[in-house]
């Protein structure tokens, strides 16, 4: 909710003249005949009026940074140097911190005597395998020329034989050297598979032996080579570590905070550094749903800052919420200005003028005249010498006042002084100004009878 500074100035000394008239607006005094009256509460009142709101638009915000970052350590570890200080303008990949890797050089170190006795069962588990595979290559082959040695062995009986079956038909040989001739046929052919089943378990063992087979050779290949890769992918880990020990700047900016220091802890879960950006610097200010439809990103805007000798900035709307502010009933714009020279520090407070806009008959009142409240801005209007209540909704907001959108109408008669005391109902007294300021300095009776006693006890004395 917006609170005026002007109006709780002003209740200090409404106060005080609270204490002087009766303690607060509601409150009741005892009259000559023993029953009590009301008090009225002095009210400076105001008569509202329709008037021209419009052109230009004045708002009031705090600036801040277009971007913060808060730099985090992938690695987590002891810091071993800090490279910048609060204030420091860094560019982004310049180096930050840099995390101590003591421990991890020497894991590195082990973990690469690891790879080099790996890589070493590798080559001999290979040279293994492929002597294997040598030995059963040759093993094939002889079982091959046992094969062909064979069959040629059988061509052989088989031409005697059908020889010896000739000679025998003619009368030239007895039985017995056709049977002779048929049993060497016998044994050659038992011979011819004798050797193909050598020939396919040879076969079958340089299968297993080969490349891609299963093998014990190869199964040792497989083996140490998982052992190297799993040996190899730590080294590249720990390398990987390594690499992140040294924190850059992701952004170009300034560094608004040191986060750390060279002996500390740094872990992923907390800054070691974080960096502002402020050129373009941003302000954030409440546009009121009464003009926020005129407005677009982009619209050039007007930025005073009375910290930096009230110069004025050139500045550019860069978002526009979608969505109403629940308790300022207005939508937030975000506003960047241009800071180039870097004299605009977040915290600043600044005033945007934005420019162009229609112009409409509306109801304003003064700023002080508004009091905020849990249910939000209410306003006092007076009648017949009684104030009431009245919630309002606000609109356009200059620097000293406030268009009222609804809740009030023209031609009604408001408290615009000394309605911080008022509640439904009070009875009020309209003076003017300088009556009521003449009210703060007044003496009440009490203390003036008193400083009267004082006075005649000194004299006693």
């Known amino acids: 909710m917006r609170m005026n500074n002007k109006v709780v100035l002003t209740a200090i000394p409404l106060l005080a003249s609270v204490a002087l008239f009766s303690g607060c607006s509601n409150a009741t005094a005892p009259n000559s005949s023993g029953g009590h009256k009301s008090r009225t509460v002095p009210i400076v009142a105001s008569i509202v009026k ?34 910048v200080q609060t204030g420091d303008i860094v560019s982004a990949g310049e180096k930050l911190v840099v995390i101590d890797t003591t421990d991890l050089q ?53 031409v005697k034989l059908h020889q010896q079956q000739t000679l025998f038909a003619s009368g030239a040989i007895p039985k017995q050297n056709v049977n002779d001739a048929q049993d060497a046929v016998t044994n050659a052919q038992l011979k011819v598979a004798s ?49 992140e020990a040294a924190v850059t700047s992701p952004i170009s900016g300034i560094v608004a905070s040191r986060d750390v220091e060279v002996g ?10 974080t960096l502002v950006q402020n050129n373009p610097i941003k302000v954030v200010v409440n546009v009121p749903e009464t003009v926020i439809n005129e407005i677009k990103v982009g619209s050039p805007v007007k930025v005073s800052v009375s910290a930096a000798g009230n110069k004025t900035f050139d500045a550019k709307i860069s978002r526009i919420s979608p969505v109403e502010d ?36 509306a109801i304003q009142v ?28 606000e609109g356009t907001i200059s620097s000293n006042t406030i268009e009222i959108v609804s809740g009030l109408k023209s031609g009604d008669k408001i408290a615009i002084l000394g309605q911080e005391l008022l509640n439904e109902g009070s009875k009020v007294k309209e003076v003017s100004k300088d009556q009521l300021n003449a009210e703060f300095t007044k003496p009440s009776k009490k203390s003036g009878s008193h400083s009267k006693h004082q006075q005649s006890s000194g004299g006693s004395q």
């Open 264 to 273: 500390g802890f740094a872990s992923g879960s907390q800054s070691v550094v």
């Open 366 to 393: 003064p700023a002080d005249s508004i009091v905020q409240t849990p249910d939000g801005p209410e306003i006092f209007t007076i009648e017949n010498g009684i104030a009431h209540q009245h919630l309002v909704k």
């Open 195 to 243: 050797a193909q089943q050598a020939l396919q378990a040879a076969q079958a063992t340089y299968q297993i032996a080969a490349p891609g087979g299963n093998s014990d050779a190869q199964k040792s290949i497989r083996i140490a080579e998982d052992q190297l890769a799993q040996a190899e992918a730590s080294v590249s880990s720990i390398q990987t570590q390594i690499s």
């Open 106 to 158: 020497s894991q590195l170190a082990q973990q690469k005597a690891a790879v080099k006795t790996a890589q070493d069962q590798v080559a001999k588990a290979r040279s293994d395998a492929r002597n294997s595979s040598i030995t059963a290559n040759s093993s094939v082959d002889t079982a091959k020329s046992n094969v062909d040695q064979a069959t040629a062995t059988l061509q052989q009986a088989q």
């Open 50 to 83: 329709m008037s021209p709101v419009g052109g230009d638009l004045v708002l009031t915000g705090q600036l801040t940074a277009s971007l913060q970052t808060k730099v985090v350590s992938k690695l987590s570890g002891k810091v071993s140097k800090v490279y």
């Open 326 to 361: 629940t308790n300022s009933k207005s939508y937030p714009v975000e506003v960047n200005v241009n800071n180039s020279t870097g004299v605009l520090k977040p915290g600043m407070v600044a005033q945007a003028t934005i420019g162009g806009l229609s112009k409409h008959d």
